[in-house]
C-alpha cells in the first residue's frame, strides 16, 4: 500500500471530527471551527511545497507547526472566534485546533507532562502513566481517528506498510512509538525520557543513586572501566548509562551505536567528538569491520538485545578497548556472562564456555537498576558488581560492592577490588583509582553491607565438569 499524503488529508476532511473524543461537555463549536480550519487549508493545498510542510507539521516540526498556529490565530481573529470553548486537554485555542485535525489529539496533554514517562492509546481509552500506574483519561479517541493518527505517525517511516502488525517510530523530539495492529484493540504506546538533566545529582535528589556514593562514580569513570547496565524494562538503565556517559572525557573520540535513537549525545555531549550510528539486524554486521580498524578511544553499545549487537561489543573489548558502556536485559547479574555468551553462541555457533570466559574478561562492572513495585516510576540503583575471573580455574564470580537495602532504603558498601581492576585504574588514571578506592572503604565503613557479598556463577561449575 502506498501512502498519499494528499489523499490522507483530503480525507481528514471528510472525517467528522464530532465523534473523535467522547465527553460529556459540549465542545461543539469548537468541532464545527475544527472543520472550517480544515476546509481553509484543504483549499490551499496545491503545490507541492504546501503538502512538504503538511507533512513536517504532523511530525512535529517547529517551523512547520508555527506556520499552522499562525494560519489558525489570524483566522480565529479575523472571524471573531478566539473564545470558542475548547476541550480541557489542550491549553490554548489554536494548538487544540492544530492537533485535533493533524497532531496528537488527546495525547497532546501527555507531551507537556514532564514527569509521565508513558502514554497508551487502547482501543478508544487514553492512559497516562502517573506514579508508576496507568491512569484513564477522560479524553476518548475514536477508531477512525486512532487510524488517521497512526497514518499520521507512520510517516516518519515510510519504507513501511501501514497494515504490518507492529511499527516502531520516533518523533522528532526523541519521542518513541510503537503501533500494535495484531491486537484485540490497536494499541499505540508512547515513550519518552523525563530526565532533562543527566548528572548524578539529579539521580541523587531523585533517590535512584546514593547521594553519598558521587564522588565515587565520578571516579569510576575516569578509571577507564568496561561497565554494563543491567536490569529489566523501564528500570532506568538507559538513563543511568547517558548519566555515566556524560562524565567521560570530552576530549575523547567515542563511537554509539544504537538500534534506536534514544540517546542525544550531541546534545548532553556537544563538544566531543563522537560517532553517532543508528543500525539494526543485518546492517550491525556491516559496522564491524570499520569499527575495527576505528581509532575511537571507546564504545557505547544504547541496547544490546541480540546476538549480533552482543558479539559485537564482545569483539570491541576483545581488541583492548577501554571505557566501553552498554546496556542489557537481565534479571541476575549471576547470569550476565552466560546469558551472553548464550546469545552469541545461539547465533554464529561456538563454544558457549569459551565466549563466557571473554565475557568475563572483557567487563569489569556490572550496575543493576529496577524500577520499584509500589512505584514504578521510582528507580533504584540495586547493586554495582565487580565480574572477577581466576586465570588459574576459571571460577567466575561476581563481586557486590554496593547493595541497595529496600528495609532501611539507604545503600550499603564493600570494599573488595580485584587485580584486573587495580592494573586496569593504574594504567587509564592512577589519582583516580587511588581516589575510588579510598571513597570505597569510606563507604564501607560508613555503611557496611551485610550478608555475603559473593556469588561463584553456577555455569562455571558446569563449565569445570565439562558439561
Given at each position: 500500500m502506498v501512502f498519499k499524503l494528499d489523499e490522507f488529508i483530503d480525507d481528514m476532511s471528510k472525517s467528522n471530527l464530532n465523534n473523535s473524543i467522547v465527553e460529556s461537555n459540549d465542545f461543539s463549536d469548537f468541532y464545527l471551527l475544527c472543520s472550517e480550519i480544515k476546509t481553509l487549508f484543504k483549499?490551499?493545498?496545491?503545490?507541492?511545497?504546501?503538502l512538504l510542510t503538511q507533512k513536517k507539521a504532523i511530525q512535529g516540526y517547529e517551523e512547520e507547526v508555527q506556520y499552522y498556529l499562525n494560519e489558525i490565530e489570524t483566522y480565529l481573529q479575523r472571524n471573531n472566534k478566539e473564545h470558542i470553548k475548547y476541550p480541557t486537554w489542550y491549553d490554548e485555542l489554536s494548538i487544540g485546533i492544530f492537533h485535533e485535525i493533524w497532531g496528537l489529539h488527546g495525547i497532546y496533554l501527555w507531551t507537556k507532562d514532564k514527569t509521565s514517562s508513558s502514554a497508551k492509546i487502547i482501543g478508544e481509552k487514553i492512559f497516562f502513566l502517573n506514579k508508576g500506574r496507568q491512569v484513564l483519561q477522560k479524553q476518548r479517541i475514536s477508531q477512525e481517528r486512532l487510524?488517521?493518527?497512526?497514518?499520521?505517525?507512520?510517516?516518519?517511516t515510510p519504507e513501511k506498510r501501514i497494515?504490518?502488525?507492529?511499527?516502531e517510530v520516533y518523533m522528532?523530539?526523541?519521542?518513541?512509538?510503537?503501533?500494535?495492529?495484531?491486537t484485540k484493540e490497536t494499541t499505540v504506546v508512547f515513550r519518552k525520557y523525563t530526565i532533562q538533566d543527566y548528572s548524578f545529582e539529579t539521580q541523587a535528589e531523585l533517590n535512584t543513586i546514593d547521594a553519598e556514593m558521587i564522588?565515587?562514580?565520578?571516579d569510576f569513570v575516569k578509571?577507564?572501566?568496561?561497565v554494563n547496565f543491567i536490569g529489566p524494562v523501564r528500570s532506568g538503565k538507559t538513563t543511568a548509562?547517558?548519566?555515566?556517559?556524560?562524565y567521560e572525557d570530552p576530549s575523547l573520540e567515542g563511537t554509539l551505536i544504537e538500534t534506536d535513537p534514544e540517546i542525544p549525545l550531541h546534545l548532553i555531549m556537544p563538544e566531543s567528538p563522537i560517532t553517532q550510528i543508528v543500525v539494526d539486524g543485518d546492517e550491525l554486521d556491516k559496522v564491524i569491520k570499520p569499527l575495527m580498524r576505528s581509532d575511537a578511544d571507546y564504545l557505547v553499545m544504547g541496547e544490546a538485545r541480540d546476538g549480533k549487537a552482543l558479539r559485537?561489543?564482545?569483539?570491541?573489548?576483545?581488541?583492548?578497548?577501554?571505557?566501553?558502556?552498554?546496556?542489557?536485559?537481565t534479571g541476575d547479574p549471576g547470569n550476565f556472562c552466560f546469558d551472553v555468551a548464550q546469545e552469541i553462541s545461539n547465533l554464529y555457533g561456538g563454544d558457549v564456555w569459551a565466549y563466557m570466559i571473554q565475557v568475563a574478561k572483557g567487563f569489569q562492572y556490572l550496575f543493576e537498576f529496577a524500577q520499584m513495585p509500589y512505584n514504578k516510576s521510582v528507580k533504584k540503583l540495586k547493586g554495582i558488581y565487580e565480574i572477577r575471573l581466576d586465570p588459574e580455574t576459571l571460577v567466575l564470580s561476581t563481586h557486590q560492592i554496593v547493595k541497595y537495602n529496600s528495609e532501611t532504603n539507604d545503600w550499603e558498601y564493600s570494599y573488595d577490588i580485584g587485580d584486573d581492576v587495580q592494573r586496569i585504574g593504574n594504567e587509564e588514571d592512577p589519582k583516580a583509582l587511588e581516589n575510588f578506592k579510598n571513597e570505597l572503604q569510606r563507604l564501607a565503613n560508613l555503611k557496611p553491607m551485610k550478608g555475603n557479598h559473593i556469588v561463584v556463577s553456577p555455569y562455571s561449575k558446569l563449565m569445570m565438569r565439562g558439561n
Open positions: 483549499d490551499k493545498a496545491d503545490s507541492k511545497e504546501f487510524n488517521k493518527l497512526i497514518t499520521a505517525l507512520l510517516l516518519l497494515n504490518e502488525d507492529y511499527h522528532i523530539d526523541g519521542t518513541r512509538i510503537e503501533i500494535l495492529n495484531n564522588p565515587l562514580m565520578k578509571c577507564g572501566f568496561n548509562m547517558t548519566t555515566y556517559q556524560s559485537l561489543m564482545l569483539l570491541v573489548t576483545k581488541k583492548g578497548t577501554r571505557r566501553v558502556k552498554a546496556t542489557f536485559h
